[in-house]
T-cell receptor, first 113, second 110 residues
């Protein structure tokens, strides 16, 4: 069974530029999470989807971040414009439902210069 | 108050010793508790799952849960250098989301 797939693995951009990350969850998983992880810290939830509905986006900086999950499957996370402080690893995870274990993708390491 | 509190460590133990990792949480609605292991540069992976009070054992790992005290721990017996990683506690709270602590970095010294 394929795991959670994220792309790209690495991205380097200049500040003020836009960037987008893509996530393909495990087939059949209804819940999808986007987390941000800074070095030495645990993953911080940005947004959680139940199917195509964003049910928890309280931690998403909505002035520059946006996300979508079309048809309740793949998801994209966008930052526009990127700031230096956005440099981090962006993790996508999926689970069968919101109380089951989350399976993580390999993450996208973003560097903003 | 953070939802999940963990000592960031590093916690250093000699090979063969017992490593004890602790986590407290604030949401009394938490129903399930996960322990994830994260190697440096890798993504978190689940190693233990507990949802009832008491102990749950899986090989060298034992998870302990005390809902009254809002405390969950992970014991690793016969610690190996390959256990060196960051261990993340993740309660699933009343809002039904997996929330992570900062993690405890474990170093097993050969």
């Amino acid at each position: 069974e394929a795991g959670v797939v994220q792309s790209p693995r690495y991205k380097i951009i200049e500040k003020k530029q836009p960037v987008a990350f893509w996530c393909n969850p495990i087939s059949g998983h209804n819940t999808l999470y986007w987390y941000l992880q800074n070095l030495g810290q645990g993953p911080e939830l940005l947004i959680r989807y139940e199917n195509e509905e964003a049910v928890d986006d309280s931690q998403l900086p909505k002035d520059r971040f946006s996300a979508e999950r079309l048809k309740g499957v793949d998801s994209t996370l966008k930052i526009q414009p990127a700031e230096l402080g956005d440099s981090a690893v962006y993790l996508c995870a999926s689970s069968q439902d919101s109380v089951s274990e989350a399976f993580f993708g390999q993450g996208t390491r973003l560097t903003v210069v | 108050q953070k939802e999940v509190e963990q000592n960031s460590g590093p916690l250093s133990v000699p090979e063969g010793a017992i490593a004890s990792l602790n986590c407290t949480y604030s949401d009394r609605g938490s129903q399930s508790f996960f322990w994830y292991r994260q190697y440096s540069g890798k993504s978190p992976e689940l190693i233990m799952f507990i949802y009832s009070n008491g102990d749950k054992e899986d090989g060298r790992f034992t998870a302990q849960l005390n809902k009254a005290s809002q405390y969950v721990s992970l014991l690793i017996r016969d610690s190996q250098p390959s256990d060196s990683a960051t261990y993340l506690c993740a309660p699933v709270g009343g809002y039904q989301k997996v929330t992570f602590g900062t993690g405890t970095k474990l170093q097993v010294i050969p």
